[in-house]
């Protein structure tokens, strides 16, 4: 068995002397994990930071085995972020989150591309990759099942002055309505009901409180291990400083 595909580096973990397991978040194989004989060795070990985009090369004797990756360099996007400690823990976010939310093997071709133009704003000094990184959290819900509509109230039907959001179905809740559980609602920032919108500051951790919220609801609590990942509450703890 035997397939070739570009894949982002979402994890390289030491097996045996020298050999890694290399999981890629690839377009048309989902994610999916492979070993890399040399892998954990000086040479190599730059090639497969997160983030890192690889043009790969899977075989295996069976298609459900583990299976041997060779990998070339496409673009090191880990290595450009190494002087920003904060872009560079939301890269390992993105990367941490998108191993533990998707199934293995499951083609999601828009997290995949969404992942991409979220790697490319975090290299982009002009680019506003905060809300990029909520938008993305919330495409990943999206395409996992679990989409969250902020279009209109889900108690009045309003579509103006839209302040929270139900953690019971994911729809948003106008001020009026949510006037009396506003101590049980999550909070909505206003840049999320924009198609262009940009968030900065308490609106980023607000938006990211509702991505996590419902992350850890839906998908998060299927694992063995339902906390969040550790890379996740890194990048809010850096942001809140």
């Not at 390992?92 to 199934?103: Q, T």
């Amino acid at each position: 068995m035997e397939w070739r595909d570009d894949g982002i580096v979402l994890s390289a973990r030491k097996h045996g002397e020298s050999a890694a397991i290399v999981t890629l978040l690839t377009r048309d194989h989902g994610r999916h994990a492979g070993l890399v004989r040399g892998g954990a060795g000086r040479r190599a070990r730059g090639l497969y930071q997160p983030g890192n985009h690889l043009r790969a090369t899977w075989r295996g004797r069976l298609a459900d085995h583990l299976g041997a990756y060779t990998c070339e360099m496409m673009e090191a996007v880990a290595a450009g972020l190494l002087a920003d400690p904060l872009r560079l823990a939301a890269l390992s976010s993105a990367c941490a989150v998108a191993e533990a939310a998707l199934p293995e093997r499951e083609v999601h071709i828009p997290v995949y591309e969404g992942l991409q133009i979220l790697l490319a704003a975090l290299g982009d000094e002009t680019q506003p990759w905060s809300t990029v990184y909520v938008k993305w959290e919330i495409g990943l819900l999206q395409e996992l099942g679990f989409g969250l509509d902020f279009s209109q109230c889900a108690a009045t039907g309003e579509t103006e002055n839209l302040t929270h959001v139900s953690p019971k179905t994911g729809r948003a809740v106008s001020a009026g309505a949510a006037a009396p559980y506003r101590d049980k609602l999550l909070p909505l920032p206003e840049f999320l009901l924009q198609a262009g919108g940009v968030g900065e500051g308490d609106a980023i951790l607000e938006g990211l409180k509702v991505t996590g919220y419902f992350l850890g609801r839906h998908v998060f609590s299927q694992r063995r291990d339902p906390k969040p990942p550790d890379a996740r509450s890194r990048l809010i703890d850096r942001l809140r400083r």
